[in-house]
Protein backbone atom coordinates (compact mmCIF):
# COMPACT_ATOMS: atom_id res chain seq x y z
CA UNK A 1 0.00 0.00 0.00
CA UNK A 2 1.56 3.39 -0.77
CA UNK A 3 1.91 5.81 1.91
CA UNK A 4 -1.21 6.84 3.44
CA UNK A 5 -2.90 10.21 4.85
CA UNK A 6 -5.06 8.04 7.10
CA UNK A 7 -4.76 6.40 10.15
CA UNK A 8 -3.45 2.51 9.86
CA UNK A 9 -6.63 1.47 12.12
CA UNK A 10 -8.55 1.52 9.22
CA UNK A 11 -6.66 -1.49 8.22
CA UNK A 12 -7.68 -3.38 11.16
CA UNK A 13 -11.32 -2.42 10.66
CA UNK A 14 -11.25 -3.52 7.59
CA UNK A 15 -10.12 -6.96 8.20
CA UNK A 16 -12.87 -7.56 10.76
CA UNK A 17 -15.64 -5.57 8.75
CA UNK A 18 -18.14 -8.43 8.57
CA UNK A 19 -18.80 -8.04 12.34
CA UNK A 20 -18.83 -4.21 12.30
CA UNK A 21 -21.94 -2.20 12.32
CA UNK A 22 -23.62 1.18 13.66
CA UNK A 23 -23.75 0.37 17.36
CA UNK A 24 -19.68 0.32 17.21
CA UNK A 25 -19.11 3.88 17.57
CA UNK A 26 -15.30 3.96 18.16
CA UNK A 27 -14.87 2.42 14.54
CA UNK A 28 -17.52 5.14 13.14
CA UNK A 29 -15.73 7.58 14.93
CA UNK A 30 -12.64 6.52 12.72
CA UNK A 31 -13.96 5.97 9.70
CA UNK A 32 -15.76 9.30 10.23
CA UNK A 33 -12.65 11.15 10.93
CA UNK A 34 -10.98 9.28 7.85
CA UNK A 35 -13.36 10.54 5.41
CA UNK A 36 -13.90 14.27 7.31
CA UNK A 37 -9.85 14.51 5.44
CA UNK A 38 -11.13 13.31 2.51
CA UNK A 39 -14.04 16.09 2.12
CA UNK A 40 -11.08 18.75 3.16
CA UNK A 41 -8.64 17.56 0.67
CA UNK A 42 -6.23 16.80 3.20
CA UNK A 43 -6.31 12.98 1.93
CA UNK A 44 -7.20 12.01 -1.53
CA UNK A 45 -8.59 8.25 -2.82
CA UNK A 46 -5.71 8.51 -5.71
CA UNK A 47 -3.67 10.30 -7.56
CA UNK A 48 -0.61 11.02 -10.33
CA UNK A 49 2.87 10.36 -8.98
CA UNK A 50 5.00 12.66 -10.36
CA UNK A 51 7.85 9.96 -10.83
CA UNK A 52 6.64 7.18 -12.57
CA UNK A 53 3.16 8.75 -13.83
CA UNK A 54 1.23 6.07 -12.59
CA UNK A 55 -2.38 6.78 -11.22
CA UNK A 56 -1.70 5.37 -7.37
CA UNK A 57 -4.62 4.29 -5.13
CA UNK A 58 -4.51 4.93 -1.66
CA UNK A 59 -6.58 1.84 -0.43
CA UNK A 60 -6.76 2.54 2.80
CA UNK A 61 -9.22 5.49 1.73
CA UNK A 62 -11.36 3.14 -0.54
CA UNK A 63 -11.21 1.24 2.31
CA UNK A 64 -12.19 3.89 5.23
CA UNK A 65 -15.50 4.75 2.21
CA UNK A 66 -16.35 1.22 2.21
CA UNK A 67 -16.69 0.91 5.85
CA UNK A 68 -18.96 4.05 6.28
CA UNK A 69 -21.44 2.24 4.13
CA UNK A 70 -21.50 -0.10 7.33
CA UNK A 71 -20.89 1.74 10.12
CA UNK A 72 -23.44 4.70 9.35
CA UNK A 73 -27.30 4.75 9.98
CA UNK A 74 -29.61 5.87 6.91
CA UNK A 75 -30.29 9.05 8.43
CA UNK A 76 -32.97 11.92 6.78
CA UNK A 77 -31.64 15.15 6.06
CA UNK A 78 -33.56 18.19 4.24
CA UNK A 79 -31.89 21.14 1.52
CA UNK A 80 -34.79 23.64 1.85
CA UNK A 81 -37.99 21.54 0.51
CA UNK A 82 -36.16 18.73 -0.65
CA UNK A 83 -35.86 15.27 2.00
CA UNK A 84 -32.86 13.23 1.64
CA UNK A 85 -32.96 9.37 3.49
CA UNK A 86 -29.46 8.61 2.97
CA UNK A 87 -26.05 7.07 4.97
CA UNK A 88 -24.20 8.89 3.35
CA UNK A 89 -25.01 12.98 4.23
CA UNK A 90 -24.27 15.95 1.37
CA UNK A 91 -21.49 17.98 1.66
CA UNK A 92 -21.76 21.21 3.43
CA UNK A 93 -18.28 23.17 3.48
CA UNK A 94 -17.29 24.20 0.11
CA UNK A 95 -14.47 27.12 0.49
CA UNK A 96 -14.31 29.46 -2.67
CA UNK A 97 -16.36 26.95 -4.86
CA UNK A 98 -19.40 28.41 -6.58
CA UNK A 99 -22.44 26.08 -6.62
CA UNK A 100 -25.47 27.00 -8.55
CA UNK A 101 -28.78 25.65 -7.46
CA UNK A 102 -29.34 22.16 -8.51
CA UNK A 103 -25.69 20.99 -7.70
CA UNK A 104 -24.97 18.02 -5.45
CA UNK A 105 -22.06 16.77 -4.02
CA UNK A 106 -21.63 14.02 -0.97
CA UNK A 107 -19.60 14.34 2.26
CA UNK A 108 -16.06 12.72 1.02
CA UNK A 109 -15.96 14.98 -2.02
CA UNK A 110 -13.45 17.60 -2.11
CA UNK A 111 -13.66 20.37 -5.25
CA UNK A 112 -10.88 23.21 -4.23
CA UNK A 113 -11.01 26.64 -4.41
CA UNK A 114 -12.12 28.02 -7.96
CA UNK A 115 -13.92 25.19 -8.70
CA UNK A 116 -17.64 26.07 -10.53
CA UNK A 117 -20.67 23.75 -10.19
CA UNK A 118 -23.64 23.44 -12.27
CA UNK A 119 -26.35 21.59 -11.17
CA UNK A 120 -23.98 18.32 -11.35
CA UNK A 121 -23.42 15.17 -9.28
CA UNK A 122 -20.10 14.57 -7.12
CA UNK A 123 -20.01 11.51 -5.48
CA UNK A 124 -17.90 10.04 -2.37
CA UNK A 125 -13.93 10.06 -3.23
CA UNK A 126 -14.37 12.42 -6.03
CA UNK A 127 -11.83 15.32 -5.74
CA UNK A 128 -12.28 17.87 -8.58
CA UNK A 129 -8.98 20.81 -9.28
CA UNK A 130 -8.99 24.87 -9.28
CA UNK A 131 -10.60 26.38 -12.39
CA UNK A 132 -12.68 23.56 -13.00
CA UNK A 133 -16.14 23.52 -14.50
CA UNK A 134 -18.28 20.49 -13.54
CA UNK A 135 -21.08 21.79 -16.49
CA UNK A 136 -24.85 20.64 -16.24
CA UNK A 137 -26.20 16.97 -15.53
CA UNK A 138 -22.32 16.11 -15.44
CA UNK A 139 -21.31 13.60 -12.97
CA UNK A 140 -18.46 12.78 -11.21
CA UNK A 141 -18.41 9.42 -10.07
CA UNK A 142 -16.95 7.79 -6.64
CA UNK A 143 -13.26 8.34 -6.29
CA UNK A 144 -12.99 9.94 -9.80
CA UNK A 145 -9.76 12.61 -9.72
CA UNK A 146 -10.57 15.59 -11.81
CA UNK A 147 -7.72 18.00 -12.63
CA UNK A 148 -7.46 21.96 -12.67
CA UNK A 149 -9.09 23.71 -15.27
CA UNK A 150 -10.76 21.71 -16.73
CA UNK A 151 -14.35 21.17 -18.39
CA UNK A 152 -16.44 18.66 -17.99
CA UNK A 153 -19.17 19.59 -20.37
CA UNK A 154 -23.02 19.15 -20.28
CA UNK A 155 -24.03 15.39 -19.77
CA UNK A 156 -20.77 14.30 -19.58
CA UNK A 157 -20.35 11.16 -16.87
CA UNK A 158 -17.33 10.41 -15.10
CA UNK A 159 -16.99 7.11 -13.83
CA UNK A 160 -17.11 5.61 -9.86
CA UNK A 161 -15.18 3.03 -8.52
CA UNK A 162 -15.20 1.52 -5.21
CA UNK A 163 -15.05 -2.19 -5.84
CA UNK A 164 -13.12 -4.39 -6.51
CA UNK A 165 -10.03 -3.32 -5.17
CA UNK A 166 -7.64 -3.81 -8.05
CA UNK A 167 -9.78 -1.33 -9.98
CA UNK A 168 -8.04 1.98 -10.56
CA UNK A 169 -10.26 5.48 -9.96
CA UNK A 170 -11.18 7.79 -13.11
CA UNK A 171 -8.30 10.43 -14.10
CA UNK A 172 -8.96 13.67 -15.82
CA UNK A 173 -5.55 15.49 -15.52
CA UNK A 174 -5.21 19.17 -16.08
CA UNK A 175 -6.19 21.32 -18.80
CA UNK A 176 -8.73 18.86 -20.16
CA UNK A 177 -11.83 19.30 -21.97
CA UNK A 178 -14.34 16.36 -21.95
CA UNK A 179 -17.37 17.10 -24.31
CA UNK A 180 -20.96 16.87 -23.98
CA UNK A 181 -22.31 13.43 -23.20
CA UNK A 182 -19.16 11.60 -23.29
CA UNK A 183 -18.35 9.03 -20.96
CA UNK A 184 -15.27 8.41 -19.41
CA UNK A 185 -15.08 5.46 -17.19
CA UNK A 186 -13.57 1.53 -16.15
CA UNK A 187 -10.31 3.62 -15.18
CA UNK A 188 -9.76 4.94 -17.91
CA UNK A 189 -6.94 7.86 -18.37
CA UNK A 190 -7.72 11.55 -20.03
CA UNK A 191 -4.24 12.69 -20.11
CA UNK A 192 -2.74 16.63 -19.28
CA UNK A 193 -4.42 19.15 -21.80
CA UNK A 194 -5.95 16.33 -24.02
CA UNK A 195 -9.90 17.68 -25.41
CA UNK A 196 -12.55 15.26 -26.45
CA UNK A 197 -15.62 15.48 -28.78
CA UNK A 198 -19.26 14.99 -27.69
CA UNK A 199 -20.15 11.59 -27.46
CA UNK A 200 -16.95 9.93 -26.86
CA UNK A 201 -16.87 6.73 -24.40
CA UNK A 202 -13.53 6.04 -23.26
CA UNK A 203 -13.66 2.79 -20.61
CA UNK A 204 -9.80 1.03 -19.72
CA UNK A 205 -10.08 -1.21 -22.37
CA UNK A 206 -10.72 1.56 -25.52
CA UNK A 207 -8.43 1.24 -28.21
CA UNK A 208 -7.07 4.38 -29.74
CA UNK A 209 -5.44 5.05 -33.10
CA UNK A 210 -3.10 8.00 -34.67
CA UNK A 211 -5.57 9.50 -37.59
CA UNK A 212 -2.51 10.45 -39.00
CA UNK A 213 0.07 7.40 -39.12
CA UNK A 214 -2.74 4.31 -37.87
CA UNK A 215 -0.85 3.74 -34.74
CA UNK A 216 -2.56 2.09 -31.85
CA UNK A 217 -1.43 3.92 -28.78
CA UNK A 218 -1.93 3.06 -25.58
CA UNK A 219 -5.28 1.53 -24.81
CA UNK A 220 -8.18 3.65 -22.26
CA UNK A 221 -5.77 6.51 -22.03
CA UNK A 222 -6.48 10.00 -24.44
CA UNK A 223 -3.05 11.19 -25.17
CA UNK A 224 -1.57 14.23 -23.71
CA UNK A 225 -2.25 17.56 -25.95
CA UNK A 226 -4.59 15.75 -28.58
CA UNK A 227 -8.09 16.18 -29.77
CA UNK A 228 -10.16 13.04 -30.26
CA UNK A 229 -13.47 12.22 -31.36
CA UNK A 230 -15.48 8.96 -31.18
CA UNK A 231 -14.80 6.68 -34.46
CA UNK A 232 -15.34 2.78 -34.94
CA UNK A 233 -12.72 -0.13 -35.97
CA UNK A 234 -13.95 -2.99 -38.17
CA UNK A 235 -14.03 -6.22 -36.58
CA UNK A 236 -15.16 -9.79 -38.49
CA UNK A 237 -17.05 -12.14 -35.98
CA UNK A 238 -19.00 -15.39 -36.79
CA UNK A 239 -21.84 -13.43 -37.55
CA UNK A 240 -20.59 -10.70 -40.23
CA UNK A 241 -18.19 -7.51 -39.80
CA UNK A 242 -19.00 -5.23 -37.43
CA UNK A 243 -17.81 -1.55 -35.98
CA UNK A 244 -16.31 -1.60 -33.00
CA UNK A 245 -15.86 1.70 -30.67
CA UNK A 246 -12.39 3.10 -30.70
CA UNK A 247 -10.78 6.56 -29.73
CA UNK A 248 -9.34 8.23 -32.77
CA UNK A 249 -6.68 10.86 -31.75
CA UNK A 250 -7.27 13.74 -34.94
CA UNK A 251 -5.11 16.32 -34.49
CA UNK A 252 -2.01 16.99 -31.80
CA UNK A 253 -1.58 20.37 -30.03
CA UNK A 254 1.37 21.89 -28.72
CA UNK A 255 1.80 21.51 -24.95
CA UNK A 256 -0.18 24.48 -23.15
CA UNK A 257 -1.24 25.76 -26.27
CA UNK A 258 -4.84 26.65 -25.78
CA UNK A 259 -7.31 26.37 -29.08
CA UNK A 260 -9.83 29.28 -29.58
CA UNK A 261 -13.46 27.21 -28.71
CA UNK A 262 -15.55 28.10 -31.74
CA UNK A 263 -12.28 26.42 -33.76
CA UNK A 264 -12.36 23.35 -31.24
CA UNK A 265 -15.94 23.30 -32.10
CA UNK A 266 -15.44 23.14 -35.90
CA UNK A 267 -12.57 20.82 -36.19
CA UNK A 268 -15.22 18.53 -34.15
CA UNK A 269 -18.20 19.17 -36.98
CA UNK A 270 -15.94 18.50 -39.67
CA UNK A 271 -14.81 15.15 -38.82
CA UNK A 272 -18.25 14.11 -38.92
CA UNK A 273 -19.14 15.18 -42.09
CA UNK A 274 -19.70 13.10 -44.56
CA UNK A 275 -16.95 12.85 -47.34
Not at 187 to 206: I, Y
Amino acid sequence: MPSSDLPAEIDALWAGREALGPADTGARDTVVAAIDLLDRGAARVAWVDPGSDRVVVDERARRAILLSFRLLEVAESTTGPFRHHDRIPLKRDFPGVRVVPGAIARWGSHHEPGVVLMPSFTNIGGYVGAGTLVDTWATVGSCAQIGRNVHLAGGVGIGGVLEPPTAAPVVVEDDCFVGSRSLVVEGARVRTGAKLGAGVVLTGSTRVYDAETGDELPRGEAPPWSVCVGATRPRSYGGGAFGMSCLLVIKRLEPGEVHDKLALDLLFRLHGEAE
